[in-house]
């Protein structure tokens, strides 16, 4: 079955910008989860998302957002673009999102110029 | 304040060897995971514990939940083991990670 695949896998933008970061689940799996990698902070967990609806957020500004839609699909958003921005975003997917199995997509690397 | 911490962050084997990397969480958990991330970023979950033990081929992974500890381990080490093993919990707070800084393990022909 096809795994977790995040679009686009490199992407390059400008200070000030926003950008739009793509995530699909496995097949049947509701639980989307986003997390951001930096070499000085490791990772770190942004939001999950179940069944279209934010059930967690981690500690980052608001110009992190997020969506899921209907079929599973999330999307997240960063506005206003920070060199500290620059960074691996990886998603996971699982059926529940409590601690059962998890799938990583391939992550998009993300860096602001 | 690390909710999980790992040791050691960096080890050197030469192939052959038997290697062990430790994992201690200060939280309640519904499960702790043990994540491999090769070079170019993909995460691969090797494990999900809620208590016991589990063994894949060579790896074998623990866990005590009153010491709040897991361990890694890895039979016969071999160069394609080399790899950052990262060690992650879901709480039982929330639906999320918190994970480890990380292993950098390399393994040497």
């Not at chain 1, 770190?44 to 279209?52: D, G, K, M, P, R």
């Not at chain 1, 699909?73 to 920070?82: A, F, G, H, I, K």
Request: hydrophobic share 30%; glycine share 10%.
């Amino acid at each position: 079955k096809a795994g977790v695949t995040q679009t686009p896998r490199y992407l390059i933008k400008t200070r000030g910008q926003q950008v739009t970061l793509s995530c699909s689940p496995i097949s049947g799996h509701r639980s989307v989860s986003w997390y951001q990698q930096t070499p000085g902070q490791g990772l770190q967990f942004l939001f999950e998302y179940f069944s279209e609806t934010q059930r967690n957020k981690g500690n980052f500004p608001g110009r992190f957002s997020g969506r899921q839609f209907s079929n599973s699909r999330s999307e997240m958003n960063v506005s206003t673009l920070e060199l500290g921005d620059s960074a691996l975003y990886l998603c996971a997917s699982s059926s529940t999102g409590t601690g059962d199995g998890y799938t990583f997509g391939s992550g998009t690397r993300l860096t602001v110029v | 304040k690390n909710e999980v911490e790992q040791s050691p962050q960096n080890l050197t084997a030469q192939e052959g060897e038997f290697i062990t990397i430790n994992c201690s969480y200060s939280v309640g958990i519904s499960a702790l995971h043990w994540l491999q991330q090769h070079p170019g970023g993909g995460i691969v979950s090797l494990f999900m514990l809620s208590s016991g033990k589990k063994k894949h081929g060579r790896l074998i992974a623990t866990i005590n939940i009153q010491e709040k500890h897991s361990s890694l381990h890895i039979t016969a080490s071999h160069p394609r083991d080399s790899a950052v093993y990262i060690c992650a919990v879901t709480p039982n707070t929330g639906n999320q990670f918190y994970f480890g800084t990380g292993t950098s393990l390399t393994v040497i022909p």
